[in-house]
């Protein structure tokens, strides 16, 4: 099952759905969703791509579909519109593309799994605390030179550097 709240998109296998369908966990209503079995085959298509090098490289060179964006925000656990802060990109463009059906380009394909692998793996550093994570990004950063992590997204450098602060938490050094 998928739940949304205002701030996060979660879908866990830890995750205590009866508790959190009460919304006592984190005082927020939850509105209950659940995902179609096309969107979820989607989904473990991109599992299968991060696994396989050569077929993510060539995925990216294709270009992927606007609409797989959904997918990408399923799998980071965010909602489409943070997706598309974070690439720097309008919802309306996004809107009408996908309408079209039209692609990403490689640039933007390959940022969007580079920072879909980031989400996913601070998240996983924070033990799956979507706030405590939220917090983190969007705070100024000793570590980064004052900045933001969330603020860096736009480059790949940017997104190295993060992921490099990510690495020292997860290990146990202050970042």
């Not at 005082?27 to 989607?42: A, S």
């Not at 974070?86 to 996908?98: A, C, E, V, W």
């Not at 917090?135 to 190295?160: C, I, Q, V």
Request: hydrophobic share 35%; net charge positive; with cysteine.
């Amino acid at each position: 099952m998928l739940y949304i709240s205002n701030k996060i998109a979660a879908m866990s296998s830890s995750h205590d759905a009866k508790r959190s369908a009460k919304g006592k966990s984190s005082g927020r209503k939850l509105k209950k969703y659940t995902v179609n079995p096309d969107e979820r085959q989607r989904v473990n298509d991109l599992i299968m791509l991060y696994e396989n090098p050569i077929r993510k490289l060539e995925y990216i060179r294709q270009g992927m579909p606007y609409a797989q964006v959904e997918s990408m925000s399923i799998r980071a656990e965010l909602p489409v519109k943070r997706l598309l802060e974070y690439l720097g990109m309008p919802q309306t463009t996004y809107n009408k593309k996908k309408r079209e059906g039209e692609l990403l380009s490689t640039r933007d394909t390959e940022q969007l799994l580079m920072l879909s692998e980031l989400l996913e793996y601070g998240i996983a550093v924070f033990n799956h605390e979507h706030t405590a994570f939220d917090n983190w990004l969007r705070k100024p950063n000793p570590s980064l030179a004052g900045h933001s992590p969330e603020s860096l997204f736009d480059t790949y450098t940017g997104m190295k550097a993060v992921r490099s602060c990510l690495q020292k938490i997860d290990f146990g050094n202050f970042a």
